[in-house]
T-cell receptor, first 110, second 115 residues
Framework: GENVEQHPSTLSVQEGDSAVIKCTYSDSASNYFPWYKQELGKGPQLIIDIRSNVGEKKDQRIAVTLNKTAKHFSLHITETQPEDSAVYFC?????????FGAGTRLTVKP | DAGVTQSPTHLIKTRGQQVTLRCSPK?????VSWYQQALGQGPQFIFQ???????QRGNFPDRFSGHQFPNYSSELNVNALLLGDSALYLCASSLGQGGGNSPLHFGNGTRLTVT
């Protein structure tokens, strides 16, 4: 089955700085790479995703980059704001596995 | 456009009891997946329903069972509750069957506490 690792597990940045979270996976059949944001008391919400035929995707302050050869993809948040504080999960999918990473708790200090 | 709704929001049960959790998918979605999220951890996949059948299953015992109705809504049943079943149970809907290659839309979950 798929092994998914996220790093770091916690990340604290100053407002306005950039944040990068990396997700490493093992299943070479994975072909869909989403990132979810979970705020306290809520379910995860999709914030950006990428498919295996694309190397990078950007949506305003958020971007995802994919390296299929190395089997990792990263979430990039620029110009961080306090409302970006949350837990972020990667969930590389393909084949029969539906596994989430353990999560990264991002804290943005005003 | 209604999103994914789950009921109840909170539930307290005693060890050995049975529980049923309910989920209505986002309008237009036909696939429902259930996840268990322990405190401080990522969601763990329980199973997925499509066309009223269980299509995929994670590493959970048979005490966990489910159902999908013709209107695509779903139930998660857990029998013989253990203390370790205490968690947030998340329902996610999506469009089309598969290994999850379409975006998941999550509800806000049911917080189950087993005492």
């Amino acid at each position: 089955g798929e092994n998914v690792e996220q790093h770091p597990s916690t990340l604290s940045v100053q407002e306005g700085d950039s944040a990068v979270i990396k997700c490493t996976y093992s299943d070479s059949a994975s072909n869909y790479f989403p990132w979810y944001k979970q705020e306290l008391g809520k379910g995860p919400q999709l914030i950006i995703d990428i498919r295996s035929n694309v190397g990078e995707k950007k949506d305003q302050r958020i971007a995802v980059t994919l390296n299929k050869t190395a089997k990792h993809f990263s979430l990039h948040i620029t110009e961080t704001q306090p409302e970006d504080s949350a837990v972020y999960f990667c969930a590389p999918l393909g084949g029969d596995d539906m596994r989430f990473g353990a999560g990264t708790r991002l804290t943005v200090k005003p | 456009d209604a999103g994914v709704t789950q009921s109840p929001t909170h539930l307290i049960k005693t060890r050995g009891q049975q529980v049923t959790l309910r989920c209505s998918p986002k309008s237009g979605h036909d696939t429902v997946s259930w996840y268990q999220q322990a405190l401080g951890q990522g969601p763990q996949f329980i199973f997925q329903y499509y066309e009223e059948e269980e299509r995929q299953r994670g590493n959970f015992p048979d005490r966990f069972s489910g159902h999908q109705f013709p209107n695509y809504s779903s139930e998660l049943n857990v029998n013989a509750l253990l203390l370790g079943d205490s968690a947030l149970y998340l329902c996610a809907s999506s469009l089309g069957q598969g290994g999850g290659n379409s975006p998941l839309h999550f509800g806000n979950g049911t917080r189950l506490t087993v005492t």
